[in-house]
């Protein structure tokens, strides 16, 4: 039997508060539901993503599972629903909503799901308080966003979350959003296409340069969509590590290089040939089975591209499940009791 853990899915409460109206400010999301399984996703009143049942509702996302043979999903929040642009308080609170309907199906469901939480960044202590409640409410990390208002990962206000973090021994998975440069590229959906693999190498540089690695090296981070355009352009980077040190190395010393192998990526890369090129790369050892399920810009079949590239069996465990459980603190032996 293949073992499958996808660590990259998101979901929503089925039923949300109408934020907009309780905290007296706009730019929060709301459902609205015309047909049992469909949803519009509204960001006040304008059109947001057309959503299906297989984005709240557990049972159908376990059919689904079993349909591809996923044995265990992590799930984390849609990123528009971050809210760090939020006053602090009210991000705390909408948080704690979403974390605890996520927290609900992993307790429910504890053979198929494990949850990531959200947390306010704008604000440490309150984003530190979260994730200590985050931890005893069986979350096993938290989803954060590639940048925060703007502000890159390498900002020293971040740090004592990331202590936080590394402290209770709590993953992290970084996921683009809030792209950068969205007004210029509105065409073609190119802020999927083209802003997200640059904000995930925005995140990855901002954390390398900025010495959070360094400082924080128990910090188990993982990244989605491969890495984005940061494996096809690390040469580059390092190049301008060693040309222009005066403006690379202001705060971390150390070749860019030297981080290959101490973070982890999803495999959400859709070409056999690209996962290759990161599994030479990074090692097989930080890569794991993402899908972005249930979105179509995901891995509609999950483990496809793996299978096309028909890696060794132990490198396909690795790959498929085997990463994921280290990433999550699981013993394997102890997945493997819940799944004989």
């Given at each position: 039997m293949h073992f499958k853990i996808d660590i990259h899915t998101h979901i929503i409460p089925e039923k949300m508060p109408r934020w907009a109206d309780k905290f007296g400010y706009k730019g929060f999301i709301h459902l609205e539901h015309h047909k049992p399984c469909c949803a519009r996703m509204m960001k006040d009143d304008e059109f947001f993503r057309e959503i299906q049942s297989n984005c709240w509702d557990p049972e159908k996302r376990i059919e689904e599972c079993n349909h591809h043979h996923v044995h265990m999903q992590v799930l984390s929040t849609i990123p528009v629903m971050f809210h760090y642009w939020?006053?602090?308080a009210d991000a705390?609170?909408?948080?704690?909503?979403l974390n605890d309907h996520i927290a609900e199906i992993v307790a429910k469901y504890p053979n198929r799901f494990f949850g990531l939480g959200t947390i306010p960044m704008q604000s440490a202590e309150l984003a530190i308080k979260e994730i200590e409640r985050c931890k005893k409410i069986g979350l096993s990390g938290i989803e954060i966003g590639s940048n925060v208002n703007d502000l890159n990962l390498n900002e020293r206000q971040f740090f004592p979350i990331y202590e936080a973090l590394q402290a209770l021994d709590m993953s992290v998975f970084v996921h683009p959003?809030?792209?950068?440069?969205?007004?210029q590229i509105q065409q073609y959906w190119m802020p999927w296409l083209v802003g997200m693999p640059a904000e995930t190498t925005r995140s990855i540089c901002a954390m390398i340069f900025g010495g959070v690695f360094e400082r924080f090296p128990k910090?188990?981070?993982a990244f989605a969509h491969g890495g984005g355009t940061f494996p096809a352009t690390i040469g580059r980077i390092e190049q301008g590590y060693k040309a222009r040190p005066d403006l690379t190395a202001l705060d971390n010393d150390v070749n860019p290089r030297e981080y290959l192998g101490k973070f982890y990526v999803d495999s959400l890369t859709h070409?056999?040939?690209?996962?290759q090129f990161i599994i030479d790369l990074i090692g097989s050892d930080?890569?794991?089975?993402?899908?972005d399920y249930p979105f179509p810009l995901g891995e509609l079949i999950p483990g496809e591209v793996v299978k096309l590239l028909n890696p060794s069996q132990p490198v396909k465990d690795q790959l498929l499940y085997e990463n994921a459980l280290n990433?999550?603190?699981?013993?394997k032996s102890r997945f493997l009791h819940m799944h004989k």
């Open positions: 939020a006053k602090a705390y609170d909408t948080s704690r909503f959003w809030n792209m950068m440069g969205t007004k910090l188990k981070v070409d056999p040939k690209m996962l930080k890569i794991m089975l993402g899908t990433w999550l603190g699981m013993e």
